[in-house]
């Protein structure tokens, strides 16, 4: 089955602290991983692609498959960071599978 | 800049009413997509269409219908609305070749927030 597992609906960091925001998959072949972001009181928006291999906004996220991971990492959290991620894949149809979503909070 | 725009921000509605939600984008865009999105449960795909008169069910399209007469509209019907309708709704929109999207990026729209009482 074709799925993708946000396994915290909450992570809460102080500001200038490293921050993980998990994604697990479940896919059979070569994925391809997204994480969207959605501001407050804002629209929900691509952040990155994993086949980009680029950083935005300081942000990296590695494709583990080994782990079926796609973790979402900064090492310097900002408050303007906090935000609700959510990680999706493309599935075999070409739509895309979202995760459950992480609440991220940065705190002063 | 791709807009895609949601003619509601907040609705109110009574359980059996006949809903319609409208979204439009600007960017012909061959591929649109309804997603609800409930806390804890992410973004779940309702219905997607890769064409004019074309819809494919997603993975919850029980008790709702789609209408696309045009390319730049998607509309999402609730035939009869029901209190566990109560949700956000999400467009989206994304260039396709058929029903694979091209590049895999959706645009979405602010979203309408559907209460049924």
């Known amino acids: 089955a074709q799925r993708v597992t946000q396994p915290e609906k909450l992570l809460s960091v102080f500001k200038g602290a490293p921050v993980e925001l998990k994604c697990n998959y479940s896919y059979s072949g070569s994925p391809e991983l997204f994480w969207y972001v959605q501001y407050s009181r804002q629209r929900l928006q691509l952040l990155l692609r994993?086949?980009s291999r680029e950083s935005i906004k300081g942000f990296t996220a590695d494709l583990n498959k080994g782990e079926t991971s796609f973790h979402l990492k900064k090492p310097f959290a900002q408050e303007e960071d906090s935000a609700m991620y959510y990680c999706?894949?493309?599935?075999?149809?070409?739509?895309?599978?979202f995760g459950q979503g992480t609440e991220l909070s940065v705190k002063p | 800049d791709v807009k895609v725009t949601q003619s509601s921000r907040y609705l109110v509605k009574r359980t059996g009413e006949k809903v319609f939600l409208e979204c439009v984008q600007d960017?012909?865009?061959?591929?649109m997509f309804w997603y609800r999105q409930d806390p804890g449960l992410g973004l779940r795909l309702i219905y997607f269409s890769y064409d004019v008169k074309m819809k494919e069910k997603g993975d919850i399209p029980e008790g709702y219908s789609v209408s696309r007469e045009k390319k730049e509209r998607f509309s999402l019907i609730l035939e009869s609305a029901s209190t566990n309708q109560t949700s956000m709704y999400l467009c989206?929109?994304?260039?396709?070749?058929?029903?694979?999207?091209?590049?895999?990026?959706?645009?979405f729209g602010a979203g309408t927030r559907l209460s049924v009482l």
């Open positions: 999706a894949l493309k599935d075999r149809g070409g739509k895309l599978i």
């Open positions: 960017m012909d865009h061959e591929n």
């Open positions: 994993h086949i």
């Open positions: 989206a929109s994304g260039v396709g070749q058929g029903i694979v999207l091209t590049k895999n990026i959706q645009y």
